[in-house]
């Protein structure tokens, strides 16, 4: 069974940081990209970082860029988000994705809140 486990939200003040964390499980981990999808209240949910097999190429929303990384550790299975720089703007539940072109898996979600 796979399992895509989210962990690391919170409540955080605009201008701080949060990490987020994906633990994969049941899955050939390395064989899957990897992406971070948010949710806002009222909004569609959006991709917002993804990153490649072997990690050498990811690819973020415009909102984002310069402010959250996206990185990998296929040993560890584990994907994460670290998000510098947080605005109001951010506040969504973020989601775990993995896909192959042929599976496609989510976590439960994880909330953020930025606010003050």
């Known amino acids: 069974q796979v399992q895509l486990v989210e962990s690391g939200g919170g409540l955080v003040q605009p201008g701080g940081s949060l990490r987020l964390s994906c633990a994969g499980s049941?899955?050939?981990?390395?064989?899957?990209?990897m992406s971070w999808y948010r949710q806002a209240p009222g909004k569609e949910r959006e991709m917002v970082a993804t990153?490649?097999?072997?990690?050498?190429?990811?690819t973020y929303v415009d909102s984002v860029k310069g402010r959250f990384t996206i990185s990998r550790d296929n040993a560890k299975k584990t994907v994460h988000l670290q998000m510098n720089s947080l605005k109001p703007e951010d506040t969504a539940v973020y989601y775990c994705?993995?896909?192959?072109?042929?599976?496609?898996?989510w976590g439960q979600g994880t909330q953020v809140t930025v606010s003050s």
């Open positions: 994705n993995s896909r192959n072109g042929v599976r496609d898996f």
């Open positions: 049941g899955l050939t981990f390395s064989s899957y990209i």
């Open positions: 990153i490649t097999r072997s990690g050498g190429s990811r």
